[in-house]
């Protein structure tokens, strides 16, 4: 169960009107908060279906944690808790 201070250290970002297919922007945008929080801090995600495939699959591989995915009406929001790996 998370604190009233753990919740002060989580994070929200929005990403749909990021995504580009050629270079992934939302995926650098994603990786570059990550990089700014401590391990175990929850990063929220609002994207769309296409990008939380990519997002999953880059969390994955990069030893983050996704702990919810929430799709409504195409609007998914993702919880992404930071691992350790940086």
């Known amino acids: 169960m998370l604190s009233?201070?753990?919740l002060e250290k989580n994070r929200?970002?929005?990403?749909?009107g990021l995504f580009n297919p050629v270079d992934c922007q939302s995926l650098g945008v994603i990786r570059t908060?990550?990089?700014s929080m401590e391990a175990g801090e929850v990063l929220?995600?609002?994207c769309n279906r296409f990008q939380?495939?990519?997002i999953a699959s880059?969390?994955?591989k990069f030893r983050h944690h996704l702990l919810t995915v929430?799709?409504?009406d195409g609007q998914?929001?993702?919880k992404i808790r930071k691992g350790d790996s940086g």
Not at 12 to 16: D, G, H, M
């Open 4 to 6: 009233s201070g753990d």
């Open 12 to 16: 929200f970002l929005e990403v749909t």
């Open 33 to 35: 908060n990550l990089k």
């Open 44 to 46: 929220t995600v609002i």
């Open 52 to 54: 939380q495939r990519e």
């Open 58 to 60: 880059w969390t994955k």
């Open 70 to 72: 929430e799709d409504i």
């Open 76 to 78: 998914v929001t993702l």
